[in-house]
């Protein structure tokens, strides 16, 4: 009964403890990369409005290539997660492949294909969850907004 | 034992989902049977146009659409129902007075009052009107426990302030202001048209505008078991009789020349085009409800599980509680837990069945000055129990636990 009247209309105790694993908690509790970066060749913030939360996302582009990414800025533990993990993936990619995993990402979040690299699967647990996708895409949103700049 | 002032069986939503702990009826309440059927009655015994078809149907609806104001004005303590105007809910009543009253009577060198405690409904209007107008804003800050600080009122307040912006009762950390002395310190240094947020007050408290010594009242008719899209601006008659319309069209005019009009008397001077008598009848269905129950009793109701909700939670471990005393709020439990961001565990509360509000509550300026971007909120109302709060602890518990777990 209660499983029907959960947010996303789907989701379970299952699927919710699969959104809270310790892949994620982890990045959570001690994020990679989240930090400020003075020579950044781009920046971005996204905001959630529903929240009131905001993730910064800061890169340094050298020609094509994603030399280093960075964030601050504060969140709940999926919009942090997403913002470590994602310093990871794209650190060292190039301005297209790091939009196209902006878009995997995307794709994966509304069920359209639920492929992901490894180091960002933990994401997969809040696809069951519509009211925390925004969460999730903050950063992404940032990094592709700081890119187009 | 666990009591509810409202059996949950007069909800047919609540009726139906035995295991749902709905916590979030200052966001919107749940609907009694009574208000459901009052709206489908209307449809389909009542359904006409009022005021304009010359028959008897079209009567019917127009005594039913007059009945409900009559009943409302006698809820909130207005002897002259004419000064009780229907509205979309208490934002749509804010940008009235903003649009009418303000447009015509602020101008640059005024100064606009609101206070830091404000939900978006009562601060953005009047932000948005000293912007247009060039008044200016003047934010009056609050207390260590987020009630309005009456001697910055007193400070802030002067001969140039034109209008102050009010709550009667917080909707984000659920502070019940201390209306009577912040309208005697008002009147007693200037001339200024007092604008209150009954939102959060009307479903809880008894609330008698004739007492208050003010211009204007406001609520939405979805906090207190109404149906969403109605609600009321209540003004006294000298101030609404001044005002130029808000919106204009039909039913809202006397006559229409080619080149100008006359408008109708109150209150239909300020309710252009068709009306929400569905609604309206809803509202006041809902009104009896709360009559019935007796507004005293529902404010000894939600006192009651409010302490009992304040005393578990601050058992609990890394958790702050915001607002002034149990004793000085409404039925709203509004808190941070340690390392555990407000969405998180709302999604974690959901799994156990507990529905809360997290996220800012739509009080970003009180937000910033509590130093978070969102707290969670629990709300009690008149079918809340108290197997309520104790599945509110269990989930908190659970929630903590999951956030507690070693790397």
């Known amino acids: ?149 | 034992m666990r009591h509810s002032l409202a059996p949950r069986s007069d909800f047919p939503l609540l009726a139906a989902t035995p295991g749902l702990h709905y916590l979030d009826s200052a966001a919107t309440s749940q609907k009694p049977a009574a208000v459901l059927n009052a709206i489908r009655d209307f449809y389909e015994t009542a359904n006409a146009n009022p005021h304009r078809g010359a028959y008897a149907l079209s009567a019917k609806a127009t005594d039913l659409y007059h009945d409900a104001r009559a009943t409302i004005a006698r809820f909130v303590g207005v002897a002259d129902s004419d000064c009780v105007v229907f509205t979309r809910g208490t934002t749509e009543a804010m940008n009235l007075v903003a649009s009418s009253w303000g447009r015509t009577n602020v101008q640059a060198g005024d100064e606009i009052v609101v206070t830091a405690l404000e939900h978006h409904a009562n601060f953005v209007p009047w932000q948005q009107l000293a912007l247009q107008t060039g008044a200016t804003l003047r934010i009056v800050e609050l207390t260590a426990h987020q009630s309005i600080d009456l001697d910055q009122l007193r400070d802030v307040v002067s001969t140039r302030t034109k209008l102050v912006a009010i709550t009667h009762v917080s909707n984000a950390v659920g502070a019940i202001t201390p209306l009577a002395e912040a309208v005697h310190i008002i009147r007693a240094r200037s001339a200024a048209v007092i604008v209150v947020d009954g939102a959060q007050a009307v479903p809880h408290l008894p609330v008698a505008f004739d007492t208050l010594d003010i211009d204007f009242y406001a609520f939405s008719g979805h906090k207190l078991l109404g149906p969403m899209g109605i609600g009321c601006l209540v003004g006294r008659r000298a101030i609404l009789e001044k005002m130029p319309p808000y919106q204009f069209g039909g039913d809202m005019i006397e006559w229409v020349h080619d080149f100008d009009c006359t408008w109708n008397v109150l209150p239909h001077k300020f309710e252009a085009g068709t009306p929400n008598a569905a609604d309206a009848v809803g509202l006041a269905a809902a009104v009896r409800y709360l009559e019935a129950l007796g507004m005293d009793q529902v404010r000894a109701h939600e006192l009651s599980l409010l302490e009992k909700a304040e005393a578990a939670v601050r058992a609990l471990p890394g958790l702050t509680v915001y607002g002034p005393a149990v004793a000085q709020r409404s039925g709203v439990l509004s808190f941070s837990v340690a390392d555990v961001h407000p969405h998180d565990l709302a999604t974690i509360l959901d799994q156990h069945g507990v529905c809360i509000r997290a996220g800012h509550h739509c009080a970003q300026p009180l937000m910033r000055r509590l130093g978070v971007s969102a707290t969670a909120r629990a709300s009690f109302y008149v079918y809340s129990d108290e197997s309520d709060v104790e599945a509110l602890v269990t989930a908190l518990v659970a929630a903590q636990q999951i956030f507690a777990a070693v790397d």
């Open chain 1, 1 to 149: 009964m209660t499983e029907s009247l959960a947010m996303s209309g789907k989701a379970s105790a299952a699927s919710m403890a699969a959104m809270y694993q310790d892949a994620l908690l982890a990045h959570h509790r001690a994020p990679h990369n989240r930090r400020e970066m003075g020579d950044a060749t781009a920046s971005a913030v996204h905001k959630n409005p529903v929240c009131g939360d905001e993730i910064r996302v800061m890169v340094r582009v050298d020609g094509d290539e994603l030399v280093d990414v960075s964030f601050t800025g504060r969140g709940c533990s999926i919009a942090t997660a997403s913002a470590s993990m994602m310093t990871d993936a794209t650190v060292g990619q190039s301005v297209g492949d790091a939009v196209a995993l902006a878009e995997q990402v995307e794709r994966m979040l509304t069920g359209a294909d639920g492929a992901l690299p490894d180091g960002l699967a933990p994401l997969r647990g809040v696809a069951p969850f519509a009211g925390r996708h925004g969460c999730a895409r903050m950063p992404w949103q940032a990094l592709r907004e700081a890119l187009s700049t």
